[in-house]
């Protein structure tokens, strides 16, 4: 690094500029990483969430099914219902696709209970909901499977 002297007789560093704007930006990154940091929620509990899993379990456990763990049910549907409120009927209608189409398309069977399930969630998270995908449901030739 090399210093020259300026018209007023001060050395004149090249380099101070560019230190100066590394000290401004780290502390700006730092600054915004500490306040990341304070408000992120991610691994707090949300007492909604909490109590809405707690009901769907035991509306499931009512219906004679069974229940998934209550963090286990947080953690998919969380307060909201996720992506089974965006379109309920979505994840039924993936299931009956088989995932093929055309000649080679097999029968794809829905048991009533997973119909049921859905159902209870659906009531639980997003009600609203609820006769749009009884309707579609109703359509369905629904059949009994064998629990092992």
Do not use: H
């Amino acid at each position: 690094m090399t210093s020259t002297v300026n018209e007023q007789g001060r050395f004149k560093d090249p380099g101070r500029r560019r230190r100066t704007t590394f000290w401004v930006i780290g502390a700006v990154l730092v600054v915004l990483a500490v306040v990341g940091i304070a408000l992120y929620r991610g691994g707090a509990e949300d007492r909604g969430a909490t109590d809405k899993a707690e009901q769907l379990q035991q509306a499931l456990e009512d219906a004679g099914l069974t229940a998934p763990d209550t963090d286990q049910i947080t953690a998919v549907l969380g307060s909201d219902g996720g992506a089974m409120c965006e379109d309920p009927a979505a994840a039924l209608q993936r299931a009956l696709a088989g995932g093929t189409a055309g000649p080679g398309s097999r029968t794809v069977f829905v048991g009533r209970d997973w119909v049921t399930a859905e159902t209870l969630a659906i009531q639980v998270y997003c009600p609203d909901e609820l006769p749009e995908f009884l309707e579609y449901v109703n359509g369905l030739d629904l059949t009994d499977l064998v629990k092992e």
